[in-house]
């Protein structure tokens, strides 16, 4: 029978059954109508295995297995007769709204699935619900269904997300459906109506064009370093498994045997990077057959089909490197070739085109310093362009036949990739701070540019590196919209740093901290405010200076060409030298604590040190002691503070002011 008679013949007899099924209560009606259905031609609703008829399905799917929906593989062991009897009346009545309701679901109407896919789905379902019964222990309560216990309606994001993982072919195909048929009231089971196939969890008013938190940032950043790191490798077993499938099919090999061959020499494809059986740093979702999809968390994969779409995501790594090293726009990203590299003055530049701020409609050329994470992605891409396909675009179209129009996706692969690699801990990179965008790759490259730039962070150095932080810079200043927006959040940095410095400089330490007290109280004095405002923390800010980041919790103070103890040259610091004892050096309040923490482990460490080590330890005592005076009256009775000062070297005190060495002395006398 042609496949189209098949269809014909199903949807007849579907046609039919559905007049006699009122679906508005197929979910909470009466049990008995049901059951006496015709749900096949060769099953009823009452029966615990519904078959469809071998001549409904297409040749590669007419095993029993194939056309079997299998209630009694939902009910868990040690489960009573009666409560497994009402599991399976629950299960059908879903699979009969999967079978016959259309619903609507973000303003596309979605038909009922035809004959075999729809057995394959309530297969998925099936194993779903064991799942969630067996690992998961939803909590019971009321439903408008009569029968059976609650599977799905009480599960928390954590465990929902569980099920997701575990049946991904489930949650793929399923999902959506279930969602409309919840929102529209066909049934109750189901935890929310907006749970989505592979949902984001995003962060409270996220966008796609925010910049990414440090974690997801990171976290993306070595997903596509591992991945840019396995794919010579990879791409030269997809290189021979064509090879192979090239050789059976000119043979007239089977199938099967073909398929076989491809197995064996994927197990036996191992390297120091590619070892059975140990854990990868990141799961992956691939999909090994048509309609079929699965995490892979070691390898080996499974086929040549694995293997491809492992490609596919090697491809989407090579651009996050790109993207994050250089802030690149996607169209920019899209216009490269394999001969976009050249170097020049021995430096490397990439070039493209640009379609920002310009009139010529196939782009403005122009080329980048680029950096050598970027070169790192840059040059696999080749690789893998020079392997997979011919033409000219650097980008290889994994979408086969349903790509129509020949070119990459990248933007749509970059959504994919937030979805189909996740942590060990369950989480796709998606989940961790909304979904991967292009143009969040250029927001974060300028947060995190400003951030590195103030001292704020160093997220930027810690995953490219500093030499690369330095090209990046070099892309920035040729792209004047990424240059200002660094300098937006530049600004926005520092404001945020003078207003806790002047909103704690009673507490704050080092010898800065008696500049800042003096302004600050001449300032209020001045306002007669109680607080600095916005307006204030202006003028503040350029009294202040540029304030630099010099290590965590400290601020140097000195103007650009004033001397201090780390700049005798003007213009010049070595942050290295950076001492409690110079003019400029000022410690944030917060930073008290650490100051007492160390001065503590100081004290601990100088009554066991050998006499040659107690000079480095005292000096370290009284640096910490001066950043913040007041410790000196609280640590003045201590006896480990007067042992471990008792044979101190004077050179250590000589260069503090007098004033604190007076008030040392004091405090050392009258604890005695």
């Keep these: 029978m042609h496949v189209t ?30 059951a006496s259905l015709q749900i096949t031609p060769l099953s009823l609703v009452s029966s615990d295995q519904w078959v469809i008829p071998e001549s409904w399905c297409p040749n590669n799917r007419r095993r029993p297995m194939d056309r079997t929906i299998d209630f009694t593989r939902a009910v868990p062991a040690h489960m009573c ?70 599977l799905f309606a009480t599960l928390s994001a954590a465990d929902f997300q569980k099920l997701k993982m575990a049946n991904p072919a489930w949650a793929h195909a399923s999902i959506g459906r279930f969602n409309a048929m ?70 007239n090999h089977v199938k099967s045997r073909r398929r076989t061959q491809a197995k064996d020499l994927i197990r036996s494809w191992t390297s120091e990077s590619l070892r059975p059986e140990a854990p990868f740093p990141y799961h992956v979702l691939l999909a090994p057959g048509k309609g079929e999809r699965l995490w892979y968390t070691s390898w080996p994969l499974e086929n040549l089909r694995s293997a491809k779409a492992f490609l596919h995501l090697c491809q989407v790594a090579n651009a996050v490197l790109i993207l994050s090293s250089t802030g690149m726009r996607i169209g920019e990203l899209c216009s490269l070739t394999a001969n976009s590299l050249v170097e020049r003055d021995g430096r490397l530049y990439i070039g493209g085109r640009s379609y920002k701020d310009n009139d010529v409609h196939s782009g403005q050329e122009r080329d980048w310093p680029f950096p050598r994470v970027a070169v790192s992605g840059f040059e696999a891409q080749v690789s893998l362009h020079r392997l997979l396909d011919e033409r000219s675009a650097l980008w290889i179209p994994f979408g086969g036949e349903k790509n129509l129009s020949g070119l990459a996706s990248l ?29 969040r790759f250029r927001y974060s490259v300028a947060r995190y540019t400003a951030l590195s730039l103030t001292g704020a962070s160093q997220v930027l150095f810690d995953v490219l590196g500093h030499d690369d932080v330095e090209v990046t810079l070099g892309y920035a200043h040729r792209d004047p919209e990424l240059h200002d927006d660094i300098n937006k959040i530049r600004r926005e940095v520092r404001a945020l740093r003078v ?3 002047f909103d704690h400089a009673e507490y704050n330490g080092g010898a800065a901290a008696e500049m800042v007290r003096n302004v600050s109280a001449d300032m209020l004095a001045r306002s007669g405010k109680v607080e600095l405002e916005t307006d204030d923390i202006g003028e503040a800010a350029t009294i202040l200076g540029e304030a630099e980041l010099v290590k965590p919790g400290v601020l140097c103070t000195a103007q650009p060409l004033e001397r201090g103890a780390c700049s005798p040259i003007p213009g010049i610091r070595d942050v290295g030298a950076c001492t409690s004892s110079c003019l400029h050096h000022l410690e944030l309040a917060a930073h008290r ?56 070297d004077s050179r250590a005190w000589n260069t503090l002011p007098s004033d604190f060495r007076e008030r040392m002395r004091q405090s050392m006398e009258g604890s005695r």
Excluded at 22 to 32: K, Q
Excluded at 412 to 428: E, N
Aim: hydrophobic share 40%; aromatic share 8%; net charge positive.
């Design 5 to 34: 008679d098949q269809k014909r013949v199903a949807e007849t007899f579907y046609g039919s059954v559905g007049g006699r099924i009122d679906l508005s209560r197929a979910w909470s009606g009466p049990w008995e109508p049901l």
């Design 593 to 648: 604590q650490t100051r007492r923490g160390k001065l503590e482990y100081l004290l601990d460490l100088v009554g066991r040190a050998e006499r040659g080590g107690r000079p480095f330890y005292q000096s370290q005592i009284v640096a910490s002691l001066h950043a913040f005076p007041d410790l000196v009256e609280q640590y003045g009775s201590d006896v480990r503070l007067r042992m471990a000062l008792s044979d101190c």
């Design 411 to 439: 933007a749509h692969g970059l959504k994919r990739f937030g979805d189909l690699i996740a942590l060990p801990d369950g989480r796709s990179l998606a989940e961790l701070d909304g979904p991967i965008t292009p143009h």
């Design 182 to 251: 919840f929102a529209e009231g066909y049934f109750d089971d189901w935890p929310a109506s907006d749970v989505a196939p592979h949902q984001c969890k995003q962060r409270q008013g996220s966008r796609a064009s925010d910049p990414f938190n440090d974690l997801a940032f990171t976290q993306i950043l070595r997903a596509a370093f591992w991945l840019n790191g396995l794919q010579s490798e990879v791409l030269a077993l997809f290189s021979e498994l064509q090879a192979r499938e090239a050789s059976g099919l000119a043979n």
């Design 499 to 501: 207003k806790e410095v």
């Design 81 to 150: 007769a009666e409560d497994a009897a009402e599991l399976k009346r629950r299960l059908k009545r879903l699979t009969i709204l999967e079978r016959f309701q259309t619903v609507r679901l973000q303003g596309r109407t979605m038909s009922p699935a035809t004959s075999v896919a729809w057995v394959a789905k309530a297969k998925y379902l099936v194993k779903a619900a064991r799942f969630s019964l067996e690992n998961l222990a939803p909590e019971q309560r009321a439903s408008k269904c009569p029968d059976g216990p609650t």
